[in-house]
């Protein structure tokens, strides 16, 4: 049973001195990684033995955010422990396949078994992480394959609440837990295997006008004045903001709809403070964090901070008594003879239909962006654009909502994208902050000011992919690289996988860069640029405080690609989350917020901006508005 070089006792003493406990060591290296030293580095292959060797073995693999290290067991034909050791994946996302799947190949034997839903990528890299272990310890990957499926039991299943809710994304979690707070009673269907919807996928900040938390911070006053002081300073703000389109101001500047936002974001923060979600120090700190009045989410901006306060959320809503069917998918409304809406018809991947009544029903299943057939009839411009969103946002919520005599508003306008890198679709939206540099196209051009309304800059990139040769690239040089792993402004460092994956790749010189790649006038864009960073002066695009390249040490170049993310469509509402008929009139019964509702922001005119915030506000208010009626 034990191969040479170890007996069945030594390994028994070495798994028990666990400081030293590693039987054998051997990683799996993609050829562009290249460290040493700390256990994050460690380069070591390990030689494939002749035979069966049994051991504890650490291997790693590539994830969606950076490497997964995971240790796993063999003992006389089995595996007897795995474990994910370390890893950097989103929070409230991969967090739970790196718990979930060792224990289930534990159980099961078997590296096949099912992903979780929500997670796979996690899921996949920690299964080939294992399947790794199991061929450095000599075994055959076959003998432990087993396919594992969820048990189907066909069966009809009901349940009653005050409330049913439609997805446990940000709208369902913050309208759920508040609903339960003010003790109604709550059931939240998810088809997902995970709670949080595009919740952890955001940057965590939330804009906010005049809340408590202020107050308490503002001892100068600095910022009572500001569009921070109150809702209407900030109003005033966006009534005058470029980004208004006069085109779409149904309200003349009234903006019913963002007021409403921010009267209610600052409710949501104290809300949130109040209870135990974190939220870093807001301010300026000399050689230290630079994130200004905006609250982020605790541990920070891309740091997981969504993803902590949304999984906070969940466990508040299970604490409370909250009902959460996982893996479970909504699929009609119910309605009675009045046209009232009375509850909804799911299926679970477990084999239950379920009906489930309720006072109230609130949507809250998110956009419709991986849905290509909705994207094709609300955005034909967009037809046959990758989304890179969480794949569960495919409109289900809306094509509900229409079918009980729902309205659809805001489709048709400009869709904004943000960068993410080309082969791995790994995103990198903040890069030029955290990462200063350039963007060029195919032919080395600089495709201008990516600083400035960035996400519609990207989404015109990607616009014009043919006619700018048909790729990008970031250019930047060692002191961005740097920058790239920690990064003051947000705390971020966040994209260190561009160099794990290998997808940053360091030429020698820019004419090396040149030839390779065939950016033939790279050279004379990052001349112009650094012309303009040295003379402290705007670009010819309109930039700012370009960023001086330097290449005497070479240059960094890192293939991207501007990704659409989101939709600005979706189920007409009133200001208190009331589900509306094209004539105004209200379908009873019937709430909705979030995604499926569209962006507030298109709804009273302005571009696009932050959906995150609008989801929390309108998620708050839908607890309100249901609580007060129900
Ligand atoms: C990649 C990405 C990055 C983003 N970054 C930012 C950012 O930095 N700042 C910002 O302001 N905004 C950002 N946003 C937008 C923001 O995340 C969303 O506007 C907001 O989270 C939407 O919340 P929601 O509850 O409406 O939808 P979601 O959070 O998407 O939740 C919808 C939930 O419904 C579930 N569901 C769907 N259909 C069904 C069904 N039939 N049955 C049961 N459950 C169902 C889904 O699985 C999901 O859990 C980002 C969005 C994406 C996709």
Redesign the pocket.
């Given at each position: 049973m034990f191969g040479k070089g170890i007996s069945r006792r030594d390994f028994i003493k070495g798994a028990a001195a666990s400081a030293v406990g590693i039987a054998a060591l051997g990683l799996v290296e993609p050829a562009a990684a290249k460290a040493e030293g700390t256990p994050q580095e460690i380069t070591t292959t390990a030689e494939r033995p002749a035979g069966k060797v049994d051991g504890k073995y650490v291997t790693r693999a590539i994830g969606h955010e950076s490497y997964i290290y995971v240790a796993t067991t063999i003992f006389e034909g089995k595996i007897t422990a795995c474990q994910v050791l370390s890893h950097e994946e989103t929070m409230g996302i991969g967090n739970y396949a790196c718990a979930r799947i060792p224990k289930a190949i534990v159980a099961n034997q078997s590296i096949n078994v099912p992903n979780v839903r929500?997670c796979s990528i996690t899921s996949m890299a920690v299964k080939r992480a294992v399947k790794e272990a199991i061929e450095q310890a000599g075994y055959d990957p076959a003998d432990f394959s087993a396919e594992v499926k969820t048990e189907v039991v066909e069966r009809e299943e009901s349940a009653e609440a005050d409330v049913i809710i439609?997805?446990?994304?940000?709208?369902?979690l913050v309208a759920g837990a508040r609903l339960l707070e003010k003790g109604k009673s709550v059931i939240l269907?998810?088809?997902?295997d995970i709670?949080?919807?595009?919740?952890a996928?955001?940057?965590?900040?939330v804009a906010v006008a005049g809340c408590e938390l202020y107050k308490k911070y503002d001892v100068t006053g600095a910022l009572t004045n500001s569009y921070y002081g109150s809702v209407e300073n900030m109003m005033e703000f966006w009534r005058n903001h470029p980004f208004l389109n006069p085109e779409y101001d149904r309200f003349d500047k009234a903006m019913p709809y963002m007021t409403a936002q921010y009267e209610n974001t600052g409710k949501v923060i104290d809300w949130f403070t109040g209870m135990g979600i974190g939220i870093n120090p807001l301010g300026y700190y000399e050689g230290g964090l630079q994130t200004g009045y905006t609250p982020y989410l605790a541990p920070g901006c891309y740091e997981g901070g969504a993803g902590y306060a949304m999984m906070f959320l969940e466990q508040r809503i299970q604490g409370l008594g909250g009902k959460i069917l996982y893996g479970?998918?909504?699929?009609e409304l119910i309605t009675d003879a009045n046209g009232k809406v009375t509850g909804v018809k799911?299926k679970a991947g477990d084999g239950a239909s379920w009906t489930l009544t309720g006072k109230a029903v609130l949507l809250?299943?998110?956009?419709f962006?991986r849905n290509a057939e909705m994207i094709k009839q609300y955005y034909p411009e967009y037809e046959g654009q990758f989304f890179?969103?969480?794949s569960?946002?495919?409109g289900?919520?809306i094509k509900m909502g229409l079918a009980v005599g729902a309205y659809m508003e805001c489709t048709g306008r400009a869709l904004p994208a943000?960068l993410s890198t080309d082969a791995s679709k790994f995103?990198i939206?903040l890069i030029h902050h955290s990462t200063p540099g350039i963007m060029v196209n195919a032919r080395g051009e600089n495709f201008g000011n990516i600083v400035s309304d960035n996400h519609y800059k990207m989404a015109a990139a990607k616009l014009a992919l043919e006619e700018n040769g048909g790729a990008y690239y970031y250019v930047f040089d060692d002191a961005a690289a740097c920058t790239n792993s920690d990064f003051d402004g947000y705390g971020m460092n966040t994209y260190k996988a561009i160099f794990e994956k290998g997808e940053a790749v360091k030429y020698g010189s820019v004419a090396e860069a040149v030839e390779k790649l065939g950016l033939t006038n790279l050279q004379a864009s990052i001349d112009a640029n650094n012309a303009a960073a040295l003379a402290g002066e705007a670009d010819a695009f309109g930039r700012k405080n370009c960023p001086y390249i330097e290449t005497r040490n070479g240059v960094w170049i890192l293939k991207v690609d501007p990704t659409f993310?989101?939709t600005t469509g979706g189920l007409a509402i009133d200001t208190a989350t009331h589900v509306l008929k094209e004539d105004g009139s209200t379908i009873p019964g019937l709430y909705a917020?979030?995604?499926?509702t569209g962006s507030i922001e298109e709804k009273d005119g302005k571009k696009y901006?932050?959906?995150?915030?609008?989801?929390l506000a309108y998620?708050y208010i839908a607890g309100e508005t249901i609580d007060a009626e129900v």
């Open positions: 929500g439609v997805g446990a994304g940000t709208v369902g269907i998810e088809k997902r709670p949080g919807g595009s919740m996928m955001t940057y965590g900040g479970t998918e909504a699929t799911a809250a299943s998110g956009g962006m890179n969103c969480a569960a946002s495919t289900d919520g943000y995103e939206a993310y989101l917020a979030g995604d499926v901006g932050m959906g995150f915030d609008a989801a998620g």
